[in-house]
């Protein structure tokens, strides 16, 4: 196998996990009690376990858990444990689903130059947003370039820990 530079796994792993940013505002923590749109926010949809094989345009596959798997932290708490921080628009619904999932394109860069998948069979919840507006890769927020798009974020919360992972953000997810 032959080896590839640290920064070039770098850079193909954030292209390869970044289709687009979200331009939406900074969010409120939703736990706090003097938080006003923590009430305004959508419901969260519990799809609960997924059933089919799922495949993003990334290279990021999603497959139904096995039936001995339980996860050790429920959804809502997935969901506030992200939502508590800026990452979550409180102007879009989302819905959470528990799946195993893969992506052997973003991970760690091993000394040999090779990756180590963050997400290989991983027990996660899938926390998906569907109608953000997103600019694509490369554009400075703030500066003048492309109108923004819509789009669909998945974060990935890990179903044993409730930490979050990562994003992939993009319109064909």
Do not use: H, W
């Not at 080896?3 to 736990?31: F, H, M, N, Q, Y």
């Not at 492309?146 to 993009?170: H, L, R």
């Amino acid at each position: 196998m032959k080896a590839v530079p640290a920064l070039s796994v770098a850079i193909v792993a954030c292209l390869a996990c970044v289709g687009c940013a979200s331009t939406g505002p900074a969010k409120e923590d939703p736990r706090s009690p003097a938080t006003s749109s923590a009430s305004q926010r959508p419901p969260l949809k519990d799809d609960g376990r997924l059933s089919a094989e799922v495949k993003y345009q990334s290279g990021i596959t999603l497959r139904p858990p096995q039936p001995i798997d339980r996860a050790r932290v429920t959804p809502q708490d997935a969901y506030r444990s992200l939502c508590g921080s800026s990452l979550c628009a409180s102007e879009v619904s989302a819905t959470i689903v528990l799946a195993r999932v893969t992506d052997l394109n973003s991970g760690t860069a091993e000394p040999d130059g090779s990756i180590k998948p963050a997400m290989d069979g991983r027990l996660v919840y899938v926390l998906r947003f569907d109608g953000e507006k997103c600019v694509p890769a490369g554009v400075i927020p703030g500066q003048p370039g492309p109108t923004p798009v819509p789009c669909s974020t998945a974060d990935f919360i890990d179903a044993g820990t409730g930490k979050f992972i990562y994003a992939e953000s993009g319109r064909n997810l």
